[in-house]
Protein backbone atom coordinates (compact mmCIF):
# COMPACT_ATOMS: atom_id res chain seq x y z
CA UNK A 1 0.00 0.00 0.00
CA UNK A 2 1.44 3.49 -0.40
CA UNK A 3 -0.50 5.85 1.05
CA UNK A 4 0.76 9.81 1.36
CA UNK A 5 0.12 11.73 4.80
CA UNK A 6 -2.28 13.70 3.11
CA UNK A 7 -4.71 11.01 2.57
CA UNK A 8 -4.15 9.91 6.33
CA UNK A 9 -4.21 13.20 7.46
CA UNK A 10 -7.69 13.71 5.72
CA UNK A 11 -8.96 10.54 6.69
CA UNK A 12 -8.23 11.11 10.52
CA UNK A 13 -9.60 14.70 10.54
CA UNK A 14 -13.01 13.31 8.55
CA UNK A 15 -13.05 10.42 11.26
CA UNK A 16 -13.29 12.80 13.98
CA UNK A 17 -15.49 15.49 12.34
CA UNK A 18 -17.69 12.84 10.58
CA UNK A 19 -18.73 15.68 8.08
CA UNK A 20 -17.40 16.74 4.86
CA UNK A 21 -17.94 20.26 4.49
CA UNK A 22 -16.33 20.85 7.94
CA UNK A 23 -13.34 18.59 7.61
CA UNK A 24 -12.76 19.89 3.91
CA UNK A 25 -12.46 23.28 5.70
CA UNK A 26 -9.91 22.63 8.59
CA UNK A 27 -7.89 21.02 5.67
CA UNK A 28 -7.76 23.78 3.65
CA UNK A 29 -9.39 22.14 0.47
CA UNK A 30 -12.71 21.81 -1.31
CA UNK A 31 -15.33 19.35 -0.38
CA UNK A 32 -14.52 17.32 -3.81
CA UNK A 33 -10.50 17.41 -3.59
CA UNK A 34 -11.16 15.37 0.17
CA UNK A 35 -13.41 13.28 -1.29
CA UNK A 36 -11.53 12.24 -4.22
CA UNK A 37 -8.10 11.68 -1.43
CA UNK A 38 -10.55 9.50 0.77
CA UNK A 39 -11.64 7.47 -2.30
CA UNK A 40 -8.41 7.18 -3.56
CA UNK A 41 -7.59 5.56 -0.19
CA UNK A 42 -10.65 3.21 0.49
CA UNK A 43 -8.86 1.78 -3.10
CA UNK A 44 -5.51 1.50 -1.57
CA UNK A 45 -6.73 0.13 1.09
CA UNK A 46 -8.71 -2.56 0.13
CA UNK A 47 -12.07 -2.03 2.24
CA UNK A 48 -14.88 0.88 2.53
CA UNK A 49 -13.38 2.87 5.54
CA UNK A 50 -16.13 5.41 5.61
CA UNK A 51 -20.33 4.90 4.93
CA UNK A 52 -21.78 7.62 3.24
CA UNK A 53 -25.27 8.96 3.40
CA UNK A 54 -27.69 11.87 2.78
CA UNK A 55 -26.97 12.64 6.76
CA UNK A 56 -23.37 12.66 6.67
CA UNK A 57 -20.79 9.58 7.05
CA UNK A 58 -20.09 7.23 9.71
CA UNK A 59 -17.00 4.63 10.05
CA UNK A 60 -17.38 0.93 9.21
CA UNK A 61 -16.03 -1.62 11.21
CA UNK A 62 -12.73 -1.73 8.80
CA UNK A 63 -12.80 2.53 9.59
CA UNK A 64 -12.29 1.93 12.99
CA UNK A 65 -9.49 -0.45 12.74
CA UNK A 66 -7.81 1.51 10.35
CA UNK A 67 -8.14 4.96 12.25
CA UNK A 68 -5.71 3.45 15.28
CA UNK A 69 -3.15 2.99 12.68
CA UNK A 70 -3.49 6.21 10.83
CA UNK A 71 -4.04 7.87 14.43
CA UNK A 72 -0.18 6.90 15.37
CA UNK A 73 1.14 7.60 11.43
CA UNK A 74 0.15 10.65 11.55
CA UNK A 75 1.31 11.33 15.38
CA UNK A 76 4.95 10.05 14.29
CA UNK A 77 4.74 12.52 11.55
CA UNK A 78 4.01 15.11 13.87
CA UNK A 79 6.07 13.98 16.55
CA UNK A 80 9.24 13.96 14.36
CA UNK A 81 9.02 18.33 12.88
CA UNK A 82 8.17 18.97 17.33
CA UNK A 83 10.90 16.97 18.65
CA UNK A 84 14.41 18.60 17.10
CA UNK A 85 12.87 22.50 18.23
CA UNK A 86 12.73 21.08 21.74
CA UNK A 87 16.19 19.38 21.86
CA UNK A 88 17.64 22.12 23.79
CA UNK A 89 15.71 23.80 25.90
CA UNK A 90 15.86 27.69 25.65
CA UNK A 91 14.59 30.95 26.91
CA UNK A 92 11.98 30.60 24.24
CA UNK A 93 11.00 26.94 24.93
CA UNK A 94 7.78 26.18 26.30
CA UNK A 95 6.54 23.00 27.92
CA UNK A 96 3.03 21.84 27.01
CA UNK A 97 1.05 19.93 30.16
CA UNK A 98 -2.46 18.84 29.44
CA UNK A 99 -4.96 18.00 32.01
CA UNK A 100 -8.54 17.38 32.83
CA UNK A 101 -10.32 19.84 34.67
CA UNK A 102 -10.15 17.42 37.73
CA UNK A 103 -6.48 17.29 37.99
CA UNK A 104 -6.08 20.76 38.97
CA UNK A 105 -7.90 20.36 42.51
CA UNK A 106 -4.87 17.31 43.08
CA UNK A 107 -1.47 18.86 43.68
CA UNK A 108 -0.75 19.37 39.81
CA UNK A 109 -0.62 23.07 40.55
CA UNK A 110 1.89 23.23 43.04
CA UNK A 111 4.13 20.77 40.73
CA UNK A 112 3.97 23.21 38.23
CA UNK A 113 5.34 26.00 40.23
CA UNK A 114 8.32 24.07 41.65
CA UNK A 115 9.13 23.11 38.20
CA UNK A 116 9.10 26.73 37.40
CA UNK A 117 11.29 27.61 39.80
CA UNK A 118 13.49 24.32 38.77
CA UNK A 119 13.63 24.93 35.30
CA UNK A 120 13.87 28.82 35.10
CA UNK A 121 14.78 28.60 30.88
CA UNK A 122 11.04 27.02 30.46
CA UNK A 123 8.14 28.36 29.84
CA UNK A 124 5.17 26.15 31.49
CA UNK A 125 1.76 25.72 30.19
CA UNK A 126 -1.08 24.05 31.87
CA UNK A 127 -4.36 23.81 29.28
CA UNK A 128 -6.87 21.87 30.03
CA UNK A 129 -7.56 19.25 27.25
CA UNK A 130 -10.71 16.74 26.28
CA UNK A 131 -10.11 13.10 27.53
CA UNK A 132 -10.32 11.71 24.01
CA UNK A 133 -7.52 13.86 22.57
CA UNK A 134 -4.92 14.41 25.67
CA UNK A 135 -3.16 10.82 25.00
CA UNK A 136 -2.93 11.75 21.30
CA UNK A 137 -1.76 14.74 21.58
CA UNK A 138 0.88 13.82 23.97
CA UNK A 139 1.96 10.96 21.39
CA UNK A 140 2.12 13.84 18.65
CA UNK A 141 3.98 16.38 20.24
CA UNK A 142 1.49 19.23 20.72
CA UNK A 143 1.31 18.23 24.22
CA UNK A 144 4.59 17.27 26.39
CA UNK A 145 3.11 15.61 29.10
CA UNK A 146 -0.79 14.93 30.15
CA UNK A 147 -2.70 13.83 33.45
CA UNK A 148 -5.90 11.63 33.15
CA UNK A 149 -7.49 9.11 34.80
CA UNK A 150 -6.54 5.20 33.84
CA UNK A 151 -5.06 5.95 30.92
CA UNK A 152 -4.58 2.85 28.21
CA UNK A 153 -1.02 1.07 28.39
CA UNK A 154 0.96 2.79 25.02
CA UNK A 155 4.27 1.42 23.75
CA UNK A 156 5.31 4.62 23.21
CA UNK A 157 4.47 6.21 25.98
CA UNK A 158 5.50 6.46 29.43
CA UNK A 159 2.88 6.28 32.60
CA UNK A 160 3.09 6.92 36.20
CA UNK A 161 0.25 7.24 38.99
CA UNK A 162 0.50 10.06 40.90
CA UNK A 163 -2.61 9.75 42.99
CA UNK A 164 -5.22 7.22 43.98
CA UNK A 165 -8.56 8.75 45.56
CA UNK A 166 -11.63 7.25 47.45
CA UNK A 167 -15.19 7.61 46.34
CA UNK A 168 -17.27 9.87 48.10
CA UNK A 169 -21.21 10.39 47.32
CA UNK A 170 -22.04 13.69 46.83
CA UNK A 171 -26.01 14.64 47.32
CA UNK A 172 -28.18 18.02 48.47
CA UNK A 173 -28.34 18.47 51.88
CA UNK A 174 -31.98 16.77 52.39
CA UNK A 175 -31.49 14.24 50.95
CA UNK A 176 -32.28 10.80 52.05
CA UNK A 177 -29.24 9.61 52.22
CA UNK A 178 -27.67 12.58 53.69
CA UNK A 179 -27.81 11.05 57.65
CA UNK A 180 -25.91 8.58 56.77
CA UNK A 181 -22.25 8.16 57.36
CA UNK A 182 -21.38 5.81 55.33
CA UNK A 183 -22.68 4.02 52.26
CA UNK A 184 -22.39 1.49 49.97
CA UNK A 185 -22.81 0.65 46.11
CA UNK A 186 -26.26 -0.85 46.79
CA UNK A 187 -27.56 2.10 48.76
CA UNK A 188 -27.38 3.75 45.35
CA UNK A 189 -30.09 1.41 43.21
CA UNK A 190 -33.03 3.69 43.47
CA UNK A 191 -31.33 6.77 42.89
CA UNK A 192 -30.43 8.45 39.34
CA UNK A 193 -26.43 9.11 39.23
CA UNK A 194 -24.76 12.39 37.66
CA UNK A 195 -21.81 10.34 35.60
CA UNK A 196 -19.22 11.99 33.51
CA UNK A 197 -20.47 12.74 29.90
CA UNK A 198 -19.95 9.59 27.50
CA UNK A 199 -18.60 11.43 24.76
CA UNK A 200 -16.61 14.05 26.39
CA UNK A 201 -14.94 12.01 28.85
CA UNK A 202 -15.05 8.38 27.65
CA UNK A 203 -12.75 6.36 29.14
CA UNK A 204 -13.96 7.98 32.77
CA UNK A 205 -17.35 7.58 31.95
CA UNK A 206 -16.76 3.73 31.36
CA UNK A 207 -14.73 3.47 34.21
CA UNK A 208 -17.63 4.41 36.50
CA UNK A 209 -20.11 2.37 34.68
CA UNK A 210 -17.81 -1.06 35.18
CA UNK A 211 -18.59 -0.89 38.95
CA UNK A 212 -22.09 0.84 38.83
CA UNK A 213 -23.56 -1.27 36.41
CA UNK A 214 -22.10 -4.86 37.82
CA UNK A 215 -22.98 -3.50 41.48
CA UNK A 216 -26.01 -1.13 41.43
CA UNK A 217 -28.18 -2.55 38.57
CA UNK A 218 -27.96 -3.08 34.92
CA UNK A 219 -30.02 -0.36 32.58
CA UNK A 220 -28.27 2.72 34.86
CA UNK A 221 -30.43 5.90 35.40
CA UNK A 222 -27.83 8.89 34.83
CA UNK A 223 -27.24 12.11 33.44
CA UNK A 224 -24.60 12.74 31.83
CA UNK A 225 -22.30 16.05 32.42
CA UNK A 226 -19.14 16.93 30.56
CA UNK A 227 -17.54 19.07 33.34
CA UNK A 228 -17.54 18.21 37.50
CA UNK A 229 -19.17 21.93 38.24
CA UNK A 230 -21.94 20.88 36.12
CA UNK A 231 -21.99 17.45 37.88
CA UNK A 232 -22.00 19.04 41.01
CA UNK A 233 -24.14 22.15 39.92
CA UNK A 234 -26.81 19.74 38.96
CA UNK A 235 -26.37 17.41 42.61
CA UNK A 236 -26.76 20.59 44.25
CA UNK A 237 -30.01 21.23 42.92
CA UNK A 238 -31.54 17.73 43.18
CA UNK A 239 -31.65 16.26 39.64
CA UNK A 240 -29.51 12.89 41.54
CA UNK A 241 -26.55 11.59 43.04
CA UNK A 242 -22.62 12.35 41.88
CA UNK A 243 -20.14 9.91 42.79
CA UNK A 244 -16.85 11.50 42.63
CA UNK A 245 -13.21 11.33 43.98
CA UNK A 246 -12.39 12.81 47.46
CA UNK A 247 -10.67 15.49 46.38
CA UNK A 248 -13.33 17.06 44.37
CA UNK A 249 -15.25 17.62 47.66
CA UNK A 250 -13.76 20.80 47.62
CA UNK A 251 -14.70 21.91 44.39
CA UNK A 252 -18.63 22.90 45.81
CA UNK A 253 -18.78 22.77 49.84
CA UNK A 254 -21.18 24.96 50.55
CA UNK A 255 -24.40 23.44 49.54
CA UNK A 256 -23.46 19.97 49.19
CA UNK A 257 -23.23 16.68 51.51
CA UNK A 258 -20.38 14.14 50.73
CA UNK A 259 -20.34 10.70 52.16
CA UNK A 260 -17.99 8.14 52.37
CA UNK A 261 -18.83 5.38 49.78
CA UNK A 262 -17.21 2.05 50.82
CA UNK A 263 -17.26 -0.72 48.20
CA UNK A 264 -15.96 1.56 44.91
CA UNK A 265 -12.60 1.56 43.33
CA UNK A 266 -9.94 4.38 43.88
CA UNK A 267 -9.91 6.85 41.03
CA UNK A 268 -5.99 6.84 39.69
CA UNK A 269 -4.41 9.90 38.25
CA UNK A 270 -1.77 9.20 35.43
CA UNK A 271 0.82 11.71 34.63
CA UNK A 272 1.77 10.39 30.97
CA UNK A 273 5.01 11.51 28.84
CA UNK A 274 6.48 10.40 25.21
CA UNK A 275 9.36 8.05 26.97
CA UNK A 276 11.76 9.63 23.70
CA UNK A 277 10.66 12.91 24.34
CA UNK A 278 14.00 15.23 24.63
CA UNK A 279 12.12 17.41 28.10
CA UNK A 280 11.52 14.05 29.69
CA UNK A 281 12.93 14.85 32.55
CA UNK A 282 11.12 18.09 33.27
CA UNK A 283 7.84 15.34 32.81
CA UNK A 284 9.38 12.96 35.27
CA UNK A 285 10.09 15.87 37.98
CA UNK A 286 6.35 16.94 37.50
CA UNK A 287 5.25 13.54 38.11
CA UNK A 288 7.39 12.71 40.98
CA UNK A 289 6.78 13.49 45.16
CA UNK A 290 3.09 13.63 44.88
Request: a positive charge; one cysteine or more.
Amino acid sequence: MDTDLLSLRAFVRLADELNFSRSAAALHMSAPKLTRLIQTLEKQVGVRLLARSTHGASLTAEGLEFLQSAHRIVAEADWVGRRFSKQRVTSSATFMVGCLAGSLYEPLPEHIRSARKAHPKLQIRVVEVEESTLTRQVLDGALDMGFLYSPEPDEMIERRVVSRRRQWVAMSPDHPLSKRKQLSLKDLRPYTLILPDEKGAPRLHRWYRQFLDLEVRHNLSYIGANQIHVALGLCAAGEGLCVVAEHLRRVRSDDLHFVPLLDAPQTELAAIWRADSPVRQVAQFIASGW
